[in-house]
């Protein structure tokens, strides 16, 4: 089950959620398998998997936010880990490619992602009031699966 956080302008309706977790279509979702096999988390998830034992093969997919390495801007995305035969863990981050505020890449060099400070987001949110109508806003907390 995951967990989330939603903020909400009781005035005007205005809200912005957070995610995170795994929910009950996160294991093993063979469509996270495509996006590996397909080499869209990267060549080294492809490689790792190629000639992998299906059977000894698990992936766990997380909902993760990120922090655009250039503005700060916060990227919703995902964190796959990949439990391959006996090998160590791979982690994957997959998210959109180019950030929505400041239209470059969101990765830092050598393709890293930070995770974002949500709560640190939340705060300062809830401290300086609704975005679109500075009305008051509340903080709540939800599970997802
Ligand atoms: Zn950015
Ligand atoms: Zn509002």
């Not at 995610?19 to 093993?28: A, C, N």
């Not at 398998?33 to 790792?48: C, H």
């Not at 490619?97 to 400070?117: F, Q, W, Y």
Request: glycine content about 14%.
């Amino acid at each position: 089950m995951g967990r989330g956080t939603s903020v909400v302008c009781e005035k005007c309706g205005w809200e912005e959620q957070f995610s995170f977790g795994s929910g009950f279509l996160s294991f093993d979702n063979p469509e996270d398998f495509e996006d590996i096999a397909s080499g869209k988390l990267g060549e080294l998830a492809k490689r790792a998997l190629d000639g992998a034992n299906p059977e000894l093969v698990h992936l766990r997919s997380e909902l993760e936010t990120f922090s655009c390495m250039g503005c700060g801007e916060l990227i919703r995305g995902r964190k796959i880990t990949a439990y391959i035969e006996d090998d160590l863990p791979i982690t994957l981050y997959d998210c959109d490619k180019t950030c929505p505020k400041c239209g470059e890449s969101p990765l830092g060099p050598g393709g890293v992602l930070r995770p974002a400070d949500v709560s640190g987001h939340i705060e300062r949110l809830v401290k300086q009031g609704c975005p679109n109508c500075g009305g008051e806003l509340k903080k709540y907390s939800y599970f997802w699966d």
